[in-house]
């Protein structure tokens, strides 16, 4: 079992930054074996993909993020990271972060993730 736990969310104002940080536990195997992501749930909306880095260094993005957050990870540290910077009122969500063990399709989706954080709140002020 892993637990997941975010950190950093707030509110902000549009055009700043923000780092949040997903501290993982309870995993018996190293953390270097998974895939962590990112997810994010807008009011009224459906749980969309962010950010993924996979174990073996390979990060992916959605095209509404790309330029702008910057996923990665401390395996020592068993953390990973978004970076999120020039922040808009679109960004406003929980946002998530999980684990996976399995390979990803072309697309990330909620079904690839095996363990969730409870998530942690941007909410972005025009």
């Known amino acids: 079992q892993v637990q997941l736990v975010e950190s950093g969310g707030g509110l902000v104002q549009a055009g700043g930054s923000l780092r949040l940080s997903c501290a993982a536990s309870g995993h018996s195997f190293s953390f270097s074996y998974l895939g962590m992501g990112w997810f994010r749930q807008a009011p009224g909306k459906e749980r969309e993909f962010v950010a993924d880095?996979?174990?073996?260094?390979?990060?992916r993005y959605a095209d509404s993020v790309k330029g702008r957050f910057t996923i990665s990870r401390d395996n020592a540290e068993n953390k990973v990271y978004l970076q999120i910077n020039s922040l808009n009122p679109e960004d406003t969500a929980v946002y998530y972060c999980?684990?996976?063990?399995?390979?990803?399709?072309?697309?990330?989706?909620?079904?690839?993730?095996?363990?969730w954080g409870q998530g942690t709140q941007v909410t972005v002020s025009s």
């Open positions: 999980a684990a996976r063990m399995s390979n990803l399709g072309t697309l990330p989706t909620v079904s690839d993730y095996t363990y």
């Open positions: 880095h996979g174990w073996h260094g390979r990060t």
